[in-house]
């Protein structure tokens, strides 16, 4: 019979291949021992494992079958024993299923066993899950059998697929760069920002050079930055231009982190294009200084009119008519300065929004 | 006081950009007038604050012959709706903002002094900010200059001189030939 311990050996390996992903040849061989005594796969060890376990005949058929491996494919041990058709069930796709077996058929010419062979199966209610598959041959009563362990990883790939995919759809640059200064992630965001792309980038160190060609400027943001991580080890909004691939020049935000264990640390730097932002700054500040000059200018034109033709009608030089076509212009120019300043104030409360199309155009040059 | 206007620029058909304090614009505008009506120029003078009526009266008042004056009056039908032309005194137009309109004019009465010494004169590109942008204006004057240029004729823009937006100042110093800050 077997022990409390194999019980526990078997949690302990499920937990070690969650974080390594495959067994080791002494964990296999232990598993060897395991499976040696008949008894034991009648005994239920199979079924308390946490990971699919299955022990196969020469020709594939099914020999054992855990509660495991019925969960995962939801096919139960009553339907496998004895047969090789659930290879079939679970590779329902033929050309699948033939790249599948050669690719084994091609690890077995050299080796009695494989690791970490990664295949995805179909599963009773349709379902696909990924499974990590490690063998062993052993000789059972002088027959060879094949010990496959099949893990589960589709959630950790699921997940694994997810952080990618939030890396590479995230709307900012986002790079991690290795030990020695090389380029280990550049995502799509850096690529639509720089013009490189990650085949450009990825393993090499010469980016920096490409989006600073300016050696001077260059200079300058290597020593900010050397000054900065010399302090505390990463970087907060720390503005800097680059120069894209099609030489267009872009302002980027960017905030550092190290991430890293073990005297072995990688540098992940997010930089946010602010060129947009930047731009419609100055272009508020501009038009706040348009319409400041918009609003003073005539005031002070309009105040020196109605003064000077208080003087006029002093001196009894304006007629009635007159007076009334002055004052009712200069009634109007207030009127108008009125609705630019209420032109104005919508422009600020909406930051940069309404600034009319014309005057942006103006602006720019 | 010295001239605000030279007279040699003045026959090159030189274009001036003339700022001024608020205080002291009209009067400026008047001693322009009375210097150019001297050396034997007719002045057509766009006005966009003070109506015909009171600046030919203020013409008058400072001795300025009206005979050497005509006006494309910008402010007049704005404000009391109708006013009839008055061949080779006044023009009008409706509204200060309606640079269609002014540029017509401008081209209109120009034509009428065809051959004869003639300087246009335009009162005030400071006035002209309440109804219209700095790109607007940039744009009308770039035109009107390059009218005058065409036709060989002289050009003087009034300005109050400060608060001019950076970028409308360099835009119109590029325009003209001369600019005079007479404080």
């Known amino acids: 019979m077997i022990g409390a311990g194999k019980y526990l050996y078997l949690h302990i390996t499920r937990e070690r291949i969650h974080n390594q992903g495959f067994f080791l040849p002494w964990e296999l061989i232990q598993m060897e021992k395991v ?281 009894g030089l304006l007629t009635s008519e007159e007076m009334v076509t002055v004052l009712q212009a200069q009634a109007r120019n207030t009127a108008q300065i009125a609705e630019n300043i209420r032109e104005f104030q919508t422009a600020i409360v909406e930051k940069n929004g309404s600034i009319p199309e014309a005057y942006r155009k103006f602006l720019e040059g | 006081m010295p001239d605000v206007i030279n007279q040699q620029e003045l026959e090159q058909k030189k274009i001036f950009l003339i700022l001024a304090s608020p205080a002291t614009i009209r009067e400026r505008n008047i001693e322009i007038i009375r210097e150019i009506s001297t050396l034997g120029y007719h002045t057509v003078v766009i006005t966009t604050n003070f109506p015909y009526s009171v600046l030919s009266k203020l013409y008058a008042q400072k001795g300025v012959s009206l005979d050497r004056v005509s006006f494309i009056d910008a402010v007049t039908r704005n404000s009391i709706g109708t006013a009839e032309n008055i061949p080779r005194v006044v023009r009008y137009i409706n509204n200060p903002a309606n640079l269609t309109d002014m540029g017509i004019a401008v081209t209109e009465v120009l034509k009428e002094y065809s051959g004869e010494k003639v300087c246009i004169m335009y009162d005030s590109v400071s006035t002209m900010l309440i109804y219209l942008s700095s790109a607007n204006i940039s744009k009308f004057i770039h035109f009107v200059t390059n009218k005058l240029r065409l036709m060989d004729i002289s050009g003087i823009f009034l300005a109050v001189e400060k608060g001019l937006d950076p970028m409308l100042m360099m835009q119109l110093t590029t325009f003209v030939d001369t600019v005079v800050d007479t404080g």
Not at chain 1, 285 to 300: F, H
């Open chain 1, 35 to 315: 499976f040696d005594s008949h008894s034991c796969i009648e005994a239920g060890i199979l079924d308390n494992a946490l990971v699919m376990i299955t022990v196969l005949g020469e020709k594939g058929e099914v020999i054992a079958w855990n509660h495991a491996a019925e969960t995962i494919t939801g096919h139960s041990r009553k339907e496998v024993i004895d047969s090789n058709t659930i290879w079939k069930e679970l590779y329902p796709d033929r050309e699948y299923r033939a790249r599948i077996t050669g690719k084994i058929s091609d690890i077995l010419k050299t080796n009695n066993y494989f690791e970490n062979l990664e295949t995805t199966i179909r599963t009773r209610s349709g379902e696909s899950r990924i499974i990590l598959w490690n063998t062993k041959t052993i000789l059972v009563d002088g027959r060879k059998r094949a010990i496959a362990v099949g893990l589960d990883v589709t959630g950790e790939r699921e997940a694994k697929t997810f952080r990618e995919s939030v890396i590479d759809n995230a709307y900012v640059l986002i790079t991690v760069i290795g030990p020695q200064g090389s380029i280990l992630v550049w995502n799509k965001a850096a690529e639509m920002i720089t013009g490189y792309t990650p085949a450009e980038v990825i393993g090499r160190r010469d980016i920096w050079k490409k989006i600073y060609p300016d050696t001077d400027y260059r200079r300058t943001v290597t020593q900010k930055i050397s000054r900065i991580i010399a302090e505390r080890n990463y970087f907060e909004n720390l503005e800097t231009t680059i120069v894209t691939k099609t030489g267009e020049r872009r302002i980027l935000s960017w905030n550092t982190r190290q991430i890293g264990s073990a005297g072995v640390f990688h540098e992940i730097a997010i930089g946010r294009d602010i060129t947009e932002q930047r731009m419609a700054e100055e272009s508020l500040v501009a038009y706040m200084t348009e319409m400041t000059m918009r609003l003073s200018q005539p005031v002070g034109i309009v105040s020196t009119t109605l003064l000077e033709t208080a003087e006029l009608v002093k001196a």
